[in-house]
């Protein structure tokens, strides 16, 4: 039973009971209409309170269900809600937790609502690309009025209920309920029971004192902010139906504009990247319930670029870091560089002073490895080079306590070695954070062929706490992210020999929805990072050609912007990307060497080839078993790489093209002489997806 039934006092109790958040699933519908019939029957009962079980009243729909026939089976939500606010005997809704969706929805059909305190109440639809579906946008407004209510519908972000129950002739609360909350409900519930006729959120009016230019004002600040969505703008003509219309033809207006959401590709790509992360965190044998270590205090090795921000991130979530430094003067620098990242955000009105305090107050440093030992993890983040992480890798298990998790941030060594530099490789895992590390939400967790489960379990954890996106890769050069970038950086070399301008390649991903392009991404990162890493990796990789622009580049001192000019040129304290003559020379000239006639090529080509090679190299990572899953790529490049959030991921925009038409472009690809014609074969992963006509995901 996903609701339960008992009468307390006269009053008929429906628990919602279906944990974690009491999702509105098909048997918990069943079950409160089962209820609702039940009270109406019973001569005994007054009324009835509708509250629910465990830590909510209730989340919304059940994700669970999404996609499946029982999402929509009778009585399905606008049916439930009905069938309560039809009710002869008054409902009152208890709500605490969390109320939100389809949970504040069916709460807004019951006839009265009492709330505990710090109950956030929402309705987040449109964080998954859609307007809410069962009355949100037509009752929320006749209830808390036009311009809150269209402020909680267009961000999906949830407020308190003290808060709500402040709003000056609001009906969305009667009271804010101290101490017990189901008892507070079902003495409210017998004060009002005799009451009639019953009052019905319905059969308020919604209306604004200067509605069309409220409308036209709102339209106009959502259209800026949402950009691609289309969601936004959808909800605020909702709300302004509720306004002009009845009531039930307001209804039909917002399931019109539910369904026609529903087949976009940007809702569609918005639920793909809701349940891919929530896919990430699931590893498939290690099990949910796998016991998890105690991590109550870090270490950090190297207070460099990214020592300082990942300790950065377990300050922020109250545990306490000690960090390393082979010199005084680099843990000097280091924390200096980590109290000007907090003062900034003071400054901002971001952190609060005495949180910054608190925060600092919880970071100690060391020369002294014996100060390591009673950490329960250490993460290293030291040159990269394999002779010093062996160093500091065979010293930390002669100090680090039996059980401690080690691990490393490296971005490009193999973690089987690191790990094979201790005597205990089963608590060696890789935590490949992206910079800046305080910032960025993706965490790469590398599992190495002996890491424990245990060990993994406890960093997807760890991760979570400290607010990042965690998705789990294989060990292989570069891990999941950077061993695909690689192939759209070659592509972008390319593009460049056979007659593209940078500012052009650079238009054409942008205009996809990028970010940046990876020109204006080079001279931001710095040109002469990808320039080391080239040398050595086509060392060991001679079959694999690239284009050797930006080695040419590197070699005028272009860096990028901290020298003054890379692919672009830049003014002094600008950042303004100016296309330069001398980078177009550049290439011509390098074209002409290699005997290339230039050739106009199109902003299409430019983003199939750029995200096409992310796709086929992507493809090959899920086959060799990198990643478990098509999903856990795309989560890597929309938290890690700026892929636009409203494709979904690479995966899922090829999806989208279907996989037969990317197969197809390879193809013609293949045929282009002066392209990689061995790596636009397609992964035998997607040829087969695309023969079958299936699709990644
Ligand atoms: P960095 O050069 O800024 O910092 C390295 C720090 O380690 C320096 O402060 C150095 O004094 C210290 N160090 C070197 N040897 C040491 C030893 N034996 N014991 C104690 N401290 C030592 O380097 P960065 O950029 O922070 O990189 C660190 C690691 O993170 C590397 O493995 C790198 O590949 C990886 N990484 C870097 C990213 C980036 O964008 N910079 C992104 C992801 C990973």
Redesign the pocket.
Known sequence: MSASYEVRDGVAVITLNNPPVNGLGYETRRAVAEGIERAQADAAVKAVVLCGAGRAFSGGADIREFGSPKATAEPNLISLINLVEASDKPVVAALHGTAMGGGLELALGCHYRVAAADTNVALPEVKIGLVPGAGGTQRLPRAIGVEAALNMIVSGEPVKSELLAQIPGQVLFQKIVEGDLVAGAIAYANEIAAARPLPRVRDRKSSHPQGDAYFQFARNTVKAMAKQFPAPARCVDCVEQSTKLPFDVGMVYEREAFVALMLTPECKALRHAFFAERAASKIPDVPDDTPVRQVKKLAV???????GGIAMNFLNAGIPVVM???KQE?LDK?VATIRKNYEAQVKKGKLKADKYEQRMSLLSTTLNYADLKDADMVIE????DLG?KE??FTTLDEVMKPGAILAS????LDMNRIAAFTKRPQDVVGT????PANVMKLLEVVRAEKTAKDVLATVMQLGKKIRKTCVVSGVCDGFIGNRMIEQYSRQAGFLLEEGATPAQVDRAIEKFGFAMGPFRMGDLAGNDIGWAIRKRRYVEKPHMRYSKTADLLCELGRYGQKTGAGWYDYQAGKRDAIPSKLVEDMIAKHRAELGITPRKIGDEEIVHRLVYALVNEGAKIVEEGIASKASDIDMVYLTGYGFPLHRGGPMCYADTQGLFNVVQAMKRFQRNPHDDAAFWEPAPLLAKLAAEGKTFS
């Open positions: 090795i190297g207070a460099g670029t990214m020592g390393l430094e082979m680099a280091g983040a030291v040159f990269e010093v160093k500091v941030n490296t971005s490009t490949h954070f992206f910079s």
